[in-house]
């Protein structure tokens, strides 16, 4: 059974995908620790989650919701279009963890211009998923707000790639244009997280 375990570790097979599994239920676990350790009286948490395309970041932060009741927010709905990592990322701070009217301009991917507003209560224990979401300035805008806890989860660049055109097969034509803009962002910009973890 031992031998089995390790040749399907290899080959990407049920035991990777176990182990995987248990430790993703372990990151979520270390997550909500970590966020009941840092609350602050009557102040929210929010949990910062960064990493590339196809790491598993929305299923991450769905997966912390549906433990926690806290509202998500995907960066992937405002950035500014296929060059617009670095202004998405500023939108974090600046719009959506502000303490006044917080919120952000939802983009029509289609029309490739910014849609509706979508407000925020700023009362609310918020998790921010996107790539562009763990840095400086996003961390400070948190701790204003209450209390926070980053994540960075990453993986084997080609199953991200894989992941990634699965959820979007019209994402095939971008994706190198925006993985020259995730190396920007963590060469440049991107903190070290509380927690990270990288799958196989």
């Given at each position: 059974?031992q031998?089995t375990?390790?040749t399907d570790?290899r080959?990407?097979?049920?035991?990777t995908?176990?182990?995987?599994?248990?430790?993703?239920?372990?990151?979520?676990n270390d997550?909500?620790?970590l966020?009941?350790?840092?609350?602050?009286?009557?102040?929210?948490v929010?949990?910062?989650?960064?990493?590339?395309?196809?790491?598993?970041?929305t299923?991450?932060?769905?997966?912390?919701?549906?433990r926690?009741?806290?509202?998500?927010v995907h960066l992937d709905e405002f950035y500014?279009?296929?060059?617009g990592?670095?202004?998405?990322?500023?939108m974090?701070s600046?719009?959506v963890?502000r303490?006044?009217?917080?919120?952000?301009?939802r983009?029509?991917?289609e029309a490739?211009?910014p849609?509706?507003?979508?407000?925020l209560d700023?009362?609310d224990d918020l998790?921010?998923?996107?790539?562009g979401s763990?840095?400086e300035?996003?961390v400070a805008a948190?701790k204003?707000?209450?209390s926070?806890?980053?994540?960075?989860?990453?993986?084997?660049?080609?199953k991200r790639?894989e992941?990634?055109?699965?959820?979007?097969p019209?994402?095939e034509?971008w994706?190198?244009t925006?993985e020259?803009q995730e190396?920007?962002h963590f060469a440049?910009?991107?903190v070290?997280a509380?927690?990270?973890?990288e799958?196989r």
């Amino acid at each position: 059974m031992q031998d089995t375990d390790r040749t399907d570790q290899r080959e990407g097979g049920k035991g990777t995908a176990d182990t995987n599994a248990t430790e993703m239920d372990r990151l979520l676990n270390d997550v909500v620790s970590l966020a009941a350790a840092r609350k602050r009286p009557m102040r929210p948490v929010t949990v910062l989650i960064d990493g590339p395309s196809g790491a598993g970041k929305t299923w991450t932060s769905v997966a912390l919701a549906e433990r926690t009741g806290w509202r998500v927010v995907h960066l992937d709905e405002f950035y500014p279009g296929w060059h617009g990592l670095k202004e998405g990322s500023e939108m974090v701070s600046e719009q959506v963890l502000r303490e006044n009217n917080p919120g952000y301009w939802r983009w029509d991917w289609e029309a490739n211009a910014p849609k509706d507003w979508a407000s925020l209560d700023e009362r609310d224990d918020l998790i921010v998923e996107g790539v562009g979401s763990v840095t400086e300035a996003t961390v400070a805008a948190a701790k204003e707000r209450g209390s926070v806890v980053t994540v960075r989860i990453d993986g084997p660049r080609e199953k991200r790639r894989e992941r990634a055109l699965e959820r979007d097969p019209g994402y095939e034509e971008w994706f190198e244009t925006w993985e020259k803009q995730e190396q920007k962002h963590f060469a440049e910009r991107a903190v070290e997280a509380d927690l990270s973890w990288e799958w196989r």
